[in-house]
């Protein structure tokens, strides 16, 4: 068979990941049957590997069932505040510990599924792709949740503090790296308008989480004035002149406060039905990608 016939560079079967260079287009991968035009189209979705859409829908499907559990988790809680139920103690945050370790690891779990590797491009794919950051910042958070629980027993006040910046880091990056990962998906839906929406989200995301340390900042700058100093001895009075931040400080801290915490609700509110969208778009590329496997439609050629 002449050269102009055959593949010339290095494409990998869909199905097992096999070399398909120097193979005739039409032909099958010889490892696993494969249709090796299929694994030709590296970029559309409904060509992928069905499995991997598989995995893909199923990590979707835990990430909106921890988002929906912790929504109701928090009104939950807020309720029983409300109703005047204690919500605070040795048992309460111990609980809230063991639910948060169970969640996190169940999200990582999640993670790694929206993010496992294409078989048509994990060969090719840079070391610094969207996908494999994604995964590092998910790793990374989670040995700061765990450095964290150990920081609240037996470590310093500042220690703690020092791992709740980190974790601030380390999440400011997995959102971006992971919006990003996500917008490369939809553009292989095609979805435009999903992918444009995405890059909305991660923006928006980025200024709120700036003025989250914005307002950190802040709040611990103002109740630094109102304790006469981080170093004040216990008992000690307050500096000479009244110090302290006034009611109009106060308030100016308690507005941006709620509008931080309306800002940060609505993204989150924006991200389940973002998760939504994302599992609706893979399910239909999924539909589409079991139909070539049961031989209709046919492969459309390359162009």
């Known amino acids: 068979m002449s050269d102009e016939h055959v593949i010339t560079r290095d494409i990998y079967c869909i199905g097992c990941g096999y070399n398909l260079r120097n193979l005739d287009p039409s032909g099958a991968c010889p490892e696993c049957g494969m249709p090796i035009e299929r694994s030709l189209q590296t970029s ?90 994604t995964r590092m910042f998910i790793l990374a958070g989670f040995a700061c949740f765990a450095a964290g629980l150990l920081a609240q027993e037996f470590a310093s006040m500042i220690a703690f503090m020092a791992i709740g910046v980190v974790a601030n880091l380390i999440q400011l990056g997995l959102i971006f790296c992971g919006l990003s990962y996500l917008q490369t998906l939809a553009e292989r839906v095609p979805d435009p308008k999903l992918a444009k929406n995405t890059a909305t989200m991660k923006w928006a995301i980025m200024i709120m989480m700036v003025l989250l340390v914005v307002f950190a900042v802040v709040f611990l700058v103002m109740a630094g004035v109102g304790l006469g100093g981080f170093g004040a001895a216990p008992g000690a009075a307050p500096p000479a002149g009244g110090g302290g931040p006034g009611p109009a400080a106060g308030a100016v801290v308690a507005g941006v406060s709620c509008f931080v915490g309306v800002l940060g609700f609505a993204v989150f509110i924006l991200g389940i039905v973002l998760f939504f969208r994302y599992r609706s778009a893979i399910g239909r590329a999924l539909k589409e990608a079991e139909s070539y496997d049961t031989g209709h439609p046919p492969v459309a050629p390359l162009t």
């Open 44 to 133: 559309i979705l409904r060509f992928a590997s069905p499995d991997w859409l598989r995995n893909i829908r199923r990590g979707f499907n835990l990430v909106i069932f921890i988002f929906v559990m912790n929504l109701l988790l928090g009104v939950a809680v807020g309720v029983s505040a409300g109703g005047g139920a204690p919500v605070v103690g040795g048992s309460f945050f111990a609980a809230s510990n063991v639910i948060g370790l169970i969640s996190q690891l169940v999200y990582i779990w999640a993670i790694f599924l929206i993010t496992a590797p294409d078989p048509r491009q994990s060969v090719t794919e840079s070391p610094r792709s969207w996908r494999r950051l």
